[in-house]
């Protein structure tokens, strides 16, 4: 019998916090209705919207408040 040859391959995770990008995100953001989340438990108490600048593109974002637990 061989021996097993050890993997030596990075998680997706490990991978993606090592990824540093020129991200500019301003101050101002607009409050919308909230959106529904499918996670059990787990309710939206605010909802923003907002344009970040990555790599110099620019860039819509959202984000969530959430409550509740798993």
Do not use: C, F, H, W
């Amino acid at each position: 019998m061989g021996k097993k040859a050890k993997r030596k391959s990075q998680s997706i995770l490990d991978a993606i916090k090592q990824v540093e990008l020129d991200i500019k995100i301003p101050d101002e953001t607009y409050e919308i209705n909230l959106l529904k989340t499918n996670l059990p438990g787990v309710k939206t108490e605010k909802t923003e919207i907002g344009v970040a600048e990555v790599e110099g593109k620019k860039t819509m974002y959202i984000k969530m408040k959430l409550r509740g637990g798993l």
